[in-house]
């Protein structure tokens, strides 16, 4: 099972979004396991508007790096620029976990090395799959603004 965290601030933020998750879970020997509510969030290490969030668990074939590319192709279709670091974006989605893989190379860092300071990652992740974020990490992010949207 693997995990992808997904966020847009910049345009149609709720349709972005809204659309990814489509996107993702139609990737080549990828299906839908489960998709979390959409959720508002002030940007976190980042400026700009709010953000909307989501975290999706799919089932794949794809190797962890062929899940990245297919990630960071679906970011630039999107029209995703890295002007700057943390930068407003119109698409965002991060590889969180691949099973139980552990991954350290240049390009890929499994689990993501920052998932569980993030209430825009840990507050979805609960929702899909709450055997995976402790009381003490959701305590830990309690100070960071989120919010469920409908």
């Not at 979004?17 to 990828?30: I, Y």
């Not at 099973?99 to 090395?113: C, I």
Request: charged share 15%; glycine share 4%.
């Amino acid at each position: 099972m693997a995990c992808v965290a997904l966020g847009a601030n910049l345009g149609d933020a709720v349709a972005m979004v809204q659309q990814a998750l489509r996107d993702v879970t139609s990737l080549p020997d990828t299906q839908l396991f489960k998709a979390s509510s959409l959720y508002r969030s002030a940007p976190y290490e980042a400026q700009g508007p709010d953000f909307i969030n989501a975290v999706v668990l799919v089932q794949t074939q794809l190797s962890p790096l062929a899940l990245l590319h297919a990630l960071q192709a679906l970011e630039l279709q999107s029209g995703r620029e890295r002007p700057f670091k943390n930068a407003p974006r119109t698409l965002d989605l991060d590889l969180i976990f691949y099973g139980d893989l552990s991954l350290d190379t240049p390009e890929l860092t499994l689990p993501h090395p920052r998932w569980h300071e993030r209430a825009f990652v840990l507050q979805p992740l609960a929702e899909v799959w709450p055997e995976r974020v402790s009381a003490v990490q959701l305590v830990a992010v309690q100070h960071q603004a989120i919010q469920r949207m409908g």
